[in-house]
Nanobody, 124 residues
Framework: HVRLLESGGGSVQSGGRLRLSCVVS????????MGWFRQAPGKEREGVAV???????TYANSVKGRFTISKDNDKNTLYLEMNSLVPEDTAMYYC??????????????????WGQGTQVTVSS
């Protein structure tokens, strides 16, 4: 009954920016591990930016300094601010949540709840 709905994806030029949102319904996100993952064609789903249950962020090396993860507990929403986008960022971006355990927040296997994804396309 927990649903995650992503939005904010789109097509931008290299150097542009996007802000992704993930609205969670059916349960409060307070105390959840929450994160953003992405999957490009021919590649496995990888962690992009995550928050553990203490709201400590972890970023993939490829996005450090460019992406910022945050959340609004009152709105039950997770955000990903993406700046200085490059074509290598092109992927389907997924929101994920885990309410029980979070031993390795960057491991996709830790998460039980996923959104449908929002496409991000960055052109040169």
């Amino acid at each position: 009954h927990v649903r995650l709905l992503e939005s904010g994806g789109g097509s931008v030029q290299s150097g542009g920016r996007l802000r992704l949102s993930c609205v969670v319904s059916g349960y409060t996100i307070l105390g959840y591990c929450m994160g953003w993952f992405r999957q490009a064609p021919g590649k496995e789903r990888e962690g992009v930016a995550v928050l553990n249950t203490d709201d400590r962020p972890t970023y993939a090396n490829s996005v450090k300094g460019r992406f910022t993860i945050s959340k609004d507990n009152d709105k039950n929403t997770l955000y990903l601010e993406m700046n200085s986008l490059v074509p290598e960022d092109t992927a389907m971006y997924y929101c994920a949540a885990e309410p029980i355990r979070c031993d390795d927040p960057m491991d996709r296997a830790e998460y039980n709840h996923w959104g449908q994804g929002t496409q991000v396309t960055v052109s040169s």
